[in-house]
Structures are given as C-alpha cells and as structure tokens.
C-alpha cells in the first residue's frame, strides 16, 4: 500500500491522493481503498468519489472533525489488500465509425498519418480501463489508447455532442452517455445507452471494467438504436 498523502478540499472535502501517475496499478489501489471506505460506512461520509489517481470524499464536519476521520483513512488505506476488489467485467460495445457518427475520424487519420481503416483497427483492438467516471452522469474515461493514435482535443469545444459518441483526447479515449457539450475528437457513436436514470444502477459500467469496441455498420447501429427505441416505448406503456 503506497503512502497516502490527505488534505481539506474545502471545508467539507477530503482529497487522498495515492500516486502521480496514471496507471492500472495505482487505479487498482484507488479502487481497492474506495471500496473499503464504502464498506466502512463511516457515518460522517457522504460521497465517495473515485478518480484517475485519487479519490475525493465529502464529509459532514458536524459528525467528525478533520483530524479524526484523517486517522480513519489511515488507518483503514494500512489494513486493505488487492484481493478487495472483484474481478474486473469486459464489456463490448459495438460503434459505428466515421461519416455523421464520427466527424473526426479523418482529422485523427491525417494527423497520425494513417488511414481511417487503421485508425478504427487501431481503436477497436485494445480493452480499455475505466480509470474513473466523470464530467456527465456514465461518462467513461479509458486508459489504455495506443500512442498511434493520440490526438489533440478540438481548438473549440462543441456545444453539442450526440449521445453514444465516442472520442479521443490526448492520450484517452471515452464515450459520452447522453447529449453535452464537449471537445474530444469524435471517431464514432455507440447504439447502447450508457446511462438511464429509470434503471437501477443507472450505468451499465463502473471504474474497474473495460470496454471492448467493436466496429459494426451504420445500418447496424440503426437496427440496434430503433430496437433500443422500442424496448424503452414497450416499458414505458406497460
């Protein structure tokens, strides 16, 4: 268990920080100490939250100071073990890329000197770790994006991205799960829905899992969205 390093993030936050660096190893621990805080079930604690490196928890000050639930994670971060966390889920998620789905396919193919077919190879042959879920409910950031491929984020952020559409920034890849503004490069959509608030849990991944895409065509991803259109009509007036 590598040192943990504990300072207020305001006067209602603790940010732990676990290492520097972006890493599957680090993340692991990251998710191996927020379970056990879960776990715990310190009465003090409000929310837990997870990210590339470290983790922030909102507190109640009136329950516990910052000095004593400090000693807690401590002294919880010394008692846990790799063998917390379960084993991670592969989940595939078929996408659509290029053309309307994927504006900047070409714009990543260009600037790396590829092809767009060796792109969407390139993109669609690694399993991806969900480091951590961010800006939007199910917004997944994956690790694991081959260097070939690393493409700056747009000079000027969009205002509106459909949902499903997969990106790239920098050295991440991602998806977002429902309409927002945003400025990766987007190369694809995905027909499934990663986030619905009427379903519980309301995401279908977690930081731990990884996303395997894999390449279908436009008139499959419309099979698959009017299918998804149905199911959701067929609920909703049962």
């Known amino acids: 268990m590598p040192r943990l390093t504990i300072a207020p993030a305001g006067?209602?936050?603790?940010?732990?920080?676990?290492?520097?660096?972006?890493?599957?190893e680090i993340n692991l621990t990251v998710r191996n100490l927020a379970i056990a805080l879960e776990?715990?079930?310190?009465?003090?604690?409000?929310?837990?939250?997870?990210a590339y490196c470290s983790i922030l928890i909102n507190y109640d000050p009136l329950i516990s100071s910052l000095n004593d639930l400090?000693?807690?994670?401590?002294?919880?971060?010394?008692?846990?073990?790799?063998?917390?966390v379960e084993s991670p889920r592969t989940i595939e998620i078929p996408t659509v890329y290029g053309g309307n789905y994927g504006p900047e396919l070409s714009y990543v193919a260009q600037f790396n000197g590829l092809?767009?077919?060796?792109?969407?190879?390139?993109?669609?042959?690694?399993?991806?770790?969900v480091y951590a879920m961010g800006f939007t409910p199910g917004?997944?950031?994956?690790?694991?994006?081959?260097?070939?491929?690393?493409?700056?984020?747009?000079?000027?952020?969009?205002?509106?991205?459909?949902a499903g559409s997969v990106g790239i920034a920098e050295q991440q890849t991602g998806i977002?799960?429902?309409e927002s503004p945003g400025g990766w490069q987007l190369i694809g959509r995905t027909p499934v829905k990663l986030f619905d608030p009427t379903k519980n849990p309301p995401v279908i991944v977690e930081p731990g899992d990884y996303i395997r895409f894999t390449p279908i065509s436009s008139e499959e991803y419309e099979r698959i969205a009017s299918e998804n259109n149905q199911l959701e009509f067929e609920?909703?007036?049962q």
């Open 39 to 50: 776990k715990q079930q310190i009465p003090a604690v409000l929310d837990i939250v997870p």
């Open 70 to 84: 400090t000693i807690k994670i401590k002294e919880l971060g010394k008692a846990i073990n790799d063998s917390v």
């Open 235 to 237: 609920q909703t007036n």
């Open 11 to 24: 006067d209602r936050a603790l940010a732990i920080k676990v290492g520097d660096t972006i890493s599957p």
């Open 139 to 162: 917004f997944t950031y994956l690790g694991g994006l081959s260097d070939r491929i690393v493409t700056p984020r747009l000079q000027t952020p969009r205002t509106e991205i459909p």
């Open 115 to 129: 092809t767009e077919l060796e792109v969407i190879d390139i993109h669609s042959s690694n399993d991806y770790l």
């Open 176 to 178: 977002y799960p429902i």
